[in-house]
């Protein structure tokens, strides 16, 4: 059984970097056919796909936040990261990774989330 959670620093400010760590119990995340993508809910509204990585460490990326993410894999500690720079307030959101069977956009798993305030 494949596990996520899902960790940040819960409270960012306008303009700075938000890193956000996905960690992966029960399988490895270069696994393959595997991807691994980032994906949030902004309060009222419905799921944004933000970007997904491969088990090889190809990146894919939403065009809508305009270069602002990066999506790396930590095959050390099993972890999936990711930054968005530049945060405003439009990107308080709860922050999920779940498991992409073949970037086909078929999630098995989530994790519970973590949820993301952009305050100063």
């Known amino acids: 059984q494949v596990q996520l959670q899902e960790s940040g620093p819960g409270l960012v400010k306008p303009s700075q970097t938000l890193s956000l760590t996905c960690t992966v119990s029960?399988?490895?995340?270069?696994?393959?056919?595997?991807?691994w993508a980032w994906i949030r809910q902004p309060p009222g509204k419905g799921l944004e796909w933000l970007g997904a990585?491969?088990?090889?460490?190809?990146?894919y990326y939403s065009p809508f936040l305009k270069g602002r993410t990066s999506i790396s894999l930590d095959t050390s500690k099993n972890q999936i990261t990711l930054q968005l720079s530049s945060v405003t307030p439009e990107d308080a959101a709860v922050y999920y990774c779940?498991?992409?069977?073949?970037?086909?956009?078929?999630?098995?798993?989530w994790g519970q989330g973590t949820q993301v305030t952009v305050s100063s």
């Open positions: 779940p498991r992409d069977i073949s970037g086909s956009s078929d999630f098995d798993y």
């Open positions: 029960g399988g490895s995340i270069t696994a393959t056919w595997y991807y």
């Open positions: 990585i491969s088990d090889s460490g190809t990146t």
